[in-house]
């Protein structure tokens, strides 16, 4: 593609009031509003002072904002340019919004929380965020990731066992086979904290969203984590709440142990579909084997808090053996092992290794806030960034119910934030008003036109035929 004309004939003036470049808020932001997001915020936030006036609508603003893509408080200014003002009320300046988030204190991270809980309850009633098969249970994956941060004023901030400097977000997220992941529960945490510290707490809240929408079946849902979730905390509160577990176990010597009385016949050959890069020798793996045995999960805890579950361990060849001159008489395997209490009758040792190595969805989770508004923490202060994750988390399951509702059977309806945000959301768009009517005037063969009317005719319904 080529420009058509010459550089001296063409030039660029800011001078439209008419215009918008993110046409896309509109239904967004209805869609927001249908489920409850500012009668939820006003009713249940509680922030003091001047700045915490008018919650709801400050809610409503930073929301939006990060539909837009914005990843810090300046950034907000994305809602305060041409014709914005007509088309929504109350257009804050990025300073305000600023204000309200550093009024925030623990006990209204919490309430935002609550918030954002119940707002994903009214979102599945608006669209099936999580799909499943008869007899398929709905996933939910826990793991928690290292936001870098800069400078020294980040109350928090430290080095976590990535070697980052920043905060620890730990994230509760649900999927289906047929369903991409949504985000039942978030808590964000100093960068110095060890994975397991609150999880248990996490897991409660979330197996908890989980029941309270359409979405639970009779299907115990299954919760899936690596090796620094093995705790009977953890464990036993996903058990107390109806849950089954598949959680990576660390070899220790009850572990090996139990490896070791597996029979040679007892393992079955698995391959991979695509070749999996092995972490400790970077190798490329194309096939394993597995085999499971019966397992008693904190045996050394008293007889009422032990669990009894299945130990399904994959085994691959050693083809690196460290401190080895010569080829050894016999072969060598590294093991890698997960603890489940699922049914051997409903999930089989090869289905049940496959279904926990699915865990890693959870990482797209990470990398879509990551380029969206986890790309920075925005304050100084703790608790204002914790507010800011639970927006962003908001933020996320509107776009992917308004995917889902835009295009339910193409890939918007898996697709990722940005790809939402790109197809349905910044659209650009002149204002015209007649009659005390606004009409959004749209790029003409826009790609997505059909997507975007059928979001747009979602959450703009026809107006009420008049009666006599």
Same mark, same amino acid.
């Given at each position: 593609?080529?420009?058509?004309?010459?550089?001296?004939?063409?030039? *660029?003036?800011?001078?439209?009031?008419?215009?918008?470049?993110?046409?896309?808020? @509109?239904?967004?932001?209805?869609?927001?509003?249908?489920?409850?997001?500012?009668?939820?915020?006003?009713?249940?936030?509680?922030?003091?002072?001047?700045?915490?006036?008018?919650?709801?609508?400050?809610?409503?603003?930073?929301?939006?904002?990060?539909?837009?893509?914005?990843?810090?408080?300046?950034?907000?200014?994305?809602?305060?340019?041409?014709?914005?003002? /007509? #088309?929504?009320?109350?257009?804050?300046?990025?300073?305000?919004?600023?204000?309200?988030? !550093? %009024?925030? +204190?623990f006990g209204h991270?919490?309430?935002?929380?609550?918030?954002?809980? +119940?707002?994903?309850?009214?979102?599945?009633?608006?669209?099936?965020?999580?799909?499943?098969?008869?007899?398929?249970?709905?996933?939910?994956?826990?793991?928690?990731?290292?936001?870098?941060?800069?400078?020294?004023?980040?109350?928090?901030?430290?080095?976590?066992?990535?070697?980052?400097?920043?905060?620890?977000? #730990?994230?509760?997220?649900?999927?289906?086979?047929?369903?991409?992941?949504?985000?039942?529960?978030? /808590?964000?945490?100093?960068?110095?904290?060890?994975?397991?510290?609150?999880?248990?707490?996490?897991?409660?809240?979330?197996? *908890?969203?989980?029941?309270?929408?359409?979405?639970?079946?009779?299907?115990?849902?299954?919760?899936?984590?690596?090796? *620094?979730?093995?705790?009977?905390?953890?464990?036993?509160?996903?058990?107390?709440?109806? =849950?089954?577990?598949?959680?990576?176990?660390?070899?220790?010597?009850? @572990?090996?142990?139990?490896? =070791?009385?597996? &029979?040679?016949?007892?393992? %079955?050959?698995?391959?991979?579909?695509?070749?999996?890069?092995?972490?400790?020798?970077?190798?490329?793996?194309?096939?394993?084997?597995?085999? %499971?045995?019966?397992?008693?999960?904190?045996?050394?805890?008293?007889?009422?808090e032990r669990v009894?579950?299945?130990?399904?361990v994959r085994r691959? &060849?050693?083809?690196?053996?460290?401190?080895?001159?010569?080829?050894?008489?016999?072969?060598?395997?590294?093991?890698?092992?997960?603890?489940?209490?699922?049914?051997?009758? *409903?999930?089989?040792? @090869?289905?049940?290794?496959?279904?926990? !190595?699915?865990?890693?969805?959870?990482?797209?989770?990470?990398?879509?806030?990551?380029?969206? &508004?986890?790309?920075?923490?925005?304050?100084?202060?703790?608790?204002?960034?914790?507010?800011?994750?639970?927006?962003?988390?908001?933020?996320?399951?509107?776009?992917?119910? =308004?995917?889902?509702?835009?295009? !339910?059977?193409?890939? #918007?309806?898996?697709?990722?934030?940005?790809?939402?945000?790109?197809?349905?959301?910044?659209?650009? =768009?002149?204002?015209?008003?007649?009659? !005390?009517?606004?009409?959004?005037?749209?790029? %003409?063969?826009?790609?997505?036109?059909?997507?975007?009317?059928?979001?747009?005719?979602?959450?703009?319904?026809?107006?009420?035929?008049?009666?006599?």
């Amino acid at each position: 593609m080529q420009f058509k004309h010459a550089p001296a004939a063409v030039s *660029a003036v800011f001078d439209d009031p008419n215009l918008v470049s993110t046409a896309g808020l @509109v239904p967004m932001l209805r869609l927001a509003r249908s489920v409850g997001l500012d009668e939820l915020t006003r009713s249940r936030l509680s922030v003091p002072t001047d700045k915490g006036a008018n919650a709801g609508a400050k809610v409503m603003a930073l929301v939006a904002g990060m539909l837009a893509g914005a990843d810090s408080i300046d950034d907000m200014n994305l809602l305060r340019h041409g014709g914005m003002g /007509r #088309l929504f009320d109350r257009t804050y300046a990025p300073s305000t919004l600023g204000s309200f988030l !550093r %009024e925030f +204190r623990f006990g209204h991270v919490r309430q935002l929380d609550a918030v954002a809980s +119940r707002l994903f309850a009214n979102l599945t009633s608006r669209a099936p965020l999580l799909q499943a098969q008869p007899g398929e249970p709905v996933m939910v994956d826990l793991d928690d990731t290292i936001i870098e941060v800069h400078g020294y004023q980040k109350q928090g901030a430290g080095f976590g066992y990535s070697g980052v400097r920043g905060l620890n977000a #730990l994230l509760a997220t649900a999927s289906t086979s047929t369903s991409a992941p949504v985000i039942l529960a978030q /808590r964000l945490r100093q960068g110095k904290t060890g994975s397991p510290k609150g999880a248990a707490r996490i897991v409660g809240d979330a197996l *908890a969203v989980l029941r309270r929408t359409s979405a639970a079946t009779g299907v115990r849902p299954l919760l899936r984590a690596d090796s *620094a979730f093995y705790g009977h905390a953890t464990i036993g509160t996903a058990i107390t709440a109806g =849950a089954d577990v598949s959680v990576t176990v660390r070899m220790d010597p009850a @572990v090996k142990t139990a490896i =070791a009385t597996i &029979p040679d016949d007892a393992w %079955e050959m698995i391959e991979y579909t695509d070749a999996i890069r092995d972490e400790t020798t970077g190798q490329w793996i194309s096939k394993a084997e597995v085999a %499971e045995v019966p397992f008693t999960a904190f045996r050394s805890r008293k007889k009422a808090e032990r669990v009894e579950g299945r130990l399904v361990v994959r085994r691959i &060849p050693d083809l690196n053996p460290r401190q080895v001159e010569q080829p050894t008489l016999f072969d060598t395997f590294r093991h890698h092992a997960f603890f489940t209490t699922t049914d051997k009758n *409903a999930m089989g040792t @090869v289905v049940a290794d496959k279904t926990h !190595r699915g865990h890693a969805i959870i990482e797209q989770v990470h990398a879509d806030l990551k380029h969206g &508004p986890l790309a920075h923490l925005p304050s100084g202060i703790f608790t204002a960034n914790s507010a800011w994750l639970v927006l962003a988390v908001i933020a996320f399951n509107l776009t992917r119910t =308004a995917g889902l509702i835009a295009d !339910r059977a193409g890939r #918007l309806a898996r697709a990722t934030t940005a790809t939402i945000r790109r197809t349905l959301i910044h659209v650009p =768009a002149r204002l015209a008003r007649s009659a !005390r009517r606004v009409t959004l005037h749209l790029p %003409e063969t826009w790609p997505w036109q059909n997507a975007f009317t059928r979001l747009f005719a979602n959450t703009h319904p026809p107006p009420s035929p008049a009666t006599s």
